[in-house]
Nanobody, 120 residues
């Protein structure tokens, strides 16, 4: 029903910036939430930032003040502006969307992931 495509990852030096984007396409009635997760080697996947259809935003404590999540007016594309990057931010970043695919039926979809590496 839904495909998510991420872009914007890469290799940056500590203190640098990257901007990730994720676009949703497919057949669905609406998107309830979109967000960014990340998974570092040897660690579980964790929520980095999320935004609901109503505009409520949440961040992991480790990225507050450095990362900013935003979306387009159609609410089908989400961005993650990452500033003051640290080596500990190195991970594969995944886009996630919870969509309404049928009456009272929600489903979660994941993108393929984009690698972010912060190294000097």
């Amino acid at each position: 029903q839904v495909q998510l495509v991420e872009s914007g990852g890469g290799l940056v030096q500590p203190g640098g910036s990257l901007r990730l984007s994720c676009g949703a396409s497919g057949r669905f009635f609406s998107i309830d939430t979109m967000g960014w997760y990340r998974q570092a080697p040897g660690k579980e996947r964790e929520l980095v930032a999320g935004i609901t259809r109503g505009g409520s935003i949440s961040y992991a404590d480790s990225v507050k003040g450095r990362f900013t999540i935003s979306r387009d007016t159609a609410k089908t594309t989400v961005y993650l502006q990452m500033n003051s990057l640290k080596p500990e931010d190195t991970a594969v970043y995944y886009c996630n969307a919870v969509v309404l695919v049928f009456v009272n039926v929600k489903a979660a979809y994941w993108g393929q992931g984009t690698q972010v590496t912060v190294s000097s």
